[in-house]
């Protein structure tokens, strides 16, 4: 047991891919903490293995879902809970306590349910018998933290715009209040400035919240809204990690130095 949000050491998260193909390993030896309420930012490539340990972070393991990752070595503990004893049962109170948009979330939100219900829904997993008023002001809540009005709440996803929906998304991975939210690319492919404003608005909820935050983004330039640390993976492994200057500014791995230079050129 530690006192820490988030504690990986040595962490080797493999994929089975069926008899004949080889595993693969998409994240290897990777060491990292998060304290309580405290942010960490991760930016990588394509295929880097950012949204594999995300995944794995969120609790979404091959015990508790189908052909999911696993932890092949070393050691990931998330909120005191060692991932690798995560069985169904475990893995719902963990779920409970770990807010997770998943990569596309605004696309995976339930279509047959409006916008209210789908915030909704775990905390009616959470309390079958929860009764509806209350569901119901603690959802306007919710989508009034990420600045969506009550007119959003009726609404089906596919009314919704696309930065609308992925506010929706937040908004339920934060319903419950988690002391952990983990958002993978969570504002992949919406425009610049309603990018920059969502990016605000979970700033400011965290601020408020104090909840820590393991926060995948492919960009360097969103990251700096929400963390002051940073984490830099390249195939799989942790090629820079601490405060954001100092990751840019130590220029040893190529990959770092580029990455150091387009956020130059950004600025
Ligand atoms: P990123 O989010 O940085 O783009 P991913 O974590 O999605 O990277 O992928 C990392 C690696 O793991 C890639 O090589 C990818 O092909 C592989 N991978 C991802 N999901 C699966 C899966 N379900 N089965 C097998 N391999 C996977
Ligand atoms: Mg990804």
Redesign the pocket.
């Known amino acids: 047991m530690t006192d820490s949000a988030v504690r990986a050491r040595d962490l080797t998260l493999r994929?089975r891919?069926g008899f004949g193909h080889r595993d693969?390993d998409?994240?290897t030896g990777v060491s990292l903490d998060i304290a309580p309420g405290e942010t960490l930012a991760m930016v990588?490539?394509?295929?880097?293995?950012?949204?594999?340990?995300?995944?794995a972070i969120a609790g979404y393991t091959d015990r508790s879902v189908d052909?999911g990752?696993h932890v092949a070595g070393g050691a990931l503990e998330v909120l005191g809970v060692d991932v690798r004893s995560l069985t169904r049962r475990h893995d719902d109170e963990l779920a409970l306590r770990v807010g997770y948009v998943p990569?596309d979330a605004g696309s995976v939100l339930d279509p047959h349910l409006t916008a209210g219900e789908n915030v909704a829904m775990p905390l009616f997993q959470r309390e079958p018998k929860l009764s509806k008023t209350i569901a119901g002001g603690i959802v306007a809540e919710a989508l009034d933290a990420m600045h969506l009005t009550l007119a959003t709440m009726p609404r089906y996803p596919h009314e919704l715009s696309r930065g609308q929906r992925q506010r929706v998304a937040i908004a339920r991975a934060l319903v419950l209040d988690p002391e952990l939210l983990v958002a993978?690319?969570a504002t992949a492919g919406i425009d610049a400035t309603v990018r920059g404003t969502i990016l605000d608005h979970l700033a400011e909820v965290q601020r408020s919240r104090r909840f820590a935050a393991f926060v995948?983004s492919s960009e360097i330039g969103e990251v700096r809204r929400l963390s002051q640390r940073l984490a830099v993976?390249h195939r799989?492994v942790i090629v820079g990690m601490g405060p954001i200057d100092d990751v840019l500014a130590d220029s040893a791995h190529p990959y770092v130095r580029a990455l150091a230079e387009l956020a130059g050129a950004r600025a």
């Open positions: 994929y891919t693969v998409a994240v990588g490539d394509a295929g880097s293995g950012k949204s594999t340990l995300a995944r052909r990752v990569q993978d690319e995948v993976l799989g």
